[in-house]
């Protein structure tokens, strides 16, 4: 089923929908913030989303500093695993004046809460639910907010087709308003990442789940996971976003700018026009190529009203004009007789023989 989101329509015969996430990329600054809402919104796209949470409650300071060392991205960072998710935490004061803002430029204001205060706390600003990858196997958080009655929209990087499946069993119990956006969640820009998008993964749930929207989160650069996503039927594209890569700070250097986000779109609306109509068929610009491409029956050579066509009396030539006999045809026209004199390379009609 399509879900809606404000005034958007999203699902198969629907445009895409583009959430630009801006998640740290604030910096910790509420200016920097609302300027990124506005270059999201000029770049195209349909959603600015943060990330509400509170340090305490998303990561445990005991267990990061109790890691033999920091790992994947997190192997880059110059303070700790808490130090950087307090920095990168949205204030709670923040968020009606990021939801003014948005509404001010015409933009769609999300963000993915983190804890149950979060959920509470962001409810009145969101038309929807994003739970990030962390989330697949935290059920009882994700049934919390499905229980709100909002559209729900769920990422499943490094998760398997179990915690998808567990996820989107326990969201539909309660709420049929569903986009499953498969993601990987490697956070480190190295271009081995596009080995594994897996972007085949989305036949997977279109075939498991044909009534639920999908979607891509995607932490690359390149347009190519994009638009092969959308030609996969996924509907909903969530980036990072930033004014520059070269900030410092946890999302910056895996986030698109206002640029290349643009030109994502623009491409993306382009395969949209291509992806066009699944019945096959001779479209409308294609109606005069069909006369000067194709072919018809012509006489091989002047023939006399009378005499009984052979095939060695027939040519088969552009163009197809129309009304003449198409040669797939061509085995009912021998043996027949003509009923009028034709000139060679004349077409041949049915109203003309006999």
């Keep these: 089923m399509d ?37 999201a919104k000029e770049a195209g796209a349909d959603a600015a989303k943060f990330q509400h949470f509170q340090a305490p409650k998303i990561v445990s300071d005991y267990g990061f500093s109790h890691m033999n060392s920091k790992v994947s991205h997190q192997a880059k960072w110059k303070k700790s695993v808490t130090e950087v998710y307090a920095a990168a935490s949205v204030s709670q004061s923040w968020t009606p004046v990021l939801k003014e803002e948005c509404d001010k430029v015409g933009i769609d204001f999300f963000t993915s809460p983190y804890d149950y205060d979060s959920i509470e706390h962001v409810n009145p600003y969101v038309p929807a639910f994003k739970a990030g990858s962390g989330e ?35 969201i539909l119990k309660i709420n049929p308003q ?60 969530e980036r990072h976003f930033t004014d520059s890569n070269d900030r410092e700070g946890p999302d910056h250097k895996f986030a698109m700018n206002p640029d290349s986000w643009a030109k994502m779109v623009e491409e993306t609306r ?46 088969v030539l552009r163009p197809a004009t129309p009304g003449a006999i198409k040669p797939h045809e061509i085995e009912n026209v021998i043996g027949t007789k003509a009923l009028r004199d034709f000139k060679y390379g004349q077409e041949l009609r049915w109203t003309d023989l006999g």
């Design 3 to 39: 879900i809606q989101i404000n005034n958007r329509v999203i699902g198969l015969k629907h445009p895409t929908y583009f959430i630009a996430d801006i998640a740290a990329n604030h910096d910790g600054d509420l200016g920097r913030a609302k300027l990124l809402i506005r270059l």
């Design 136 to 170: 697949i196997d935290w059920i009882e958080a994700l049934e919390h907010m499905a229980s709100k009655g909002k559209p729900m929209i769920i990422a499943c990087g490094a998760s398997d087709i179990a915690d998808v499946q567990r996820a989107v069993r326990a």
């Design 178 to 237: 569903l986009c499953l956006m498969q993601c990987n969640t490697n956070y480190t820009a190295d271009p081995g990442n596009y080995d594994h998008l897996h972007l085949n993964v989305l036949k997977t749930f279109a075939a498991m789940y044909p009534d639920i929207t999908l979607g891509l989160s995607d932490h690359t650069h390149a347009l190519a996971p994009i638009l092969g996503a959308v030609a996969l039927g996924a509907r909903m594209i």
């Design 270 to 315: 382009l395969l949209e026009r291509a992806l066009g109509s699944s019945d096959k068929f001779i479209a409308d610009n294609e109606q005069e190529t069909k006369i000067v491409q194709r072919r018809c029956l012509r006489a091989a050579r002047d023939i006399q009203a009378g005499e009984v066509f052979t095939r060695e009396m027939i040519d």
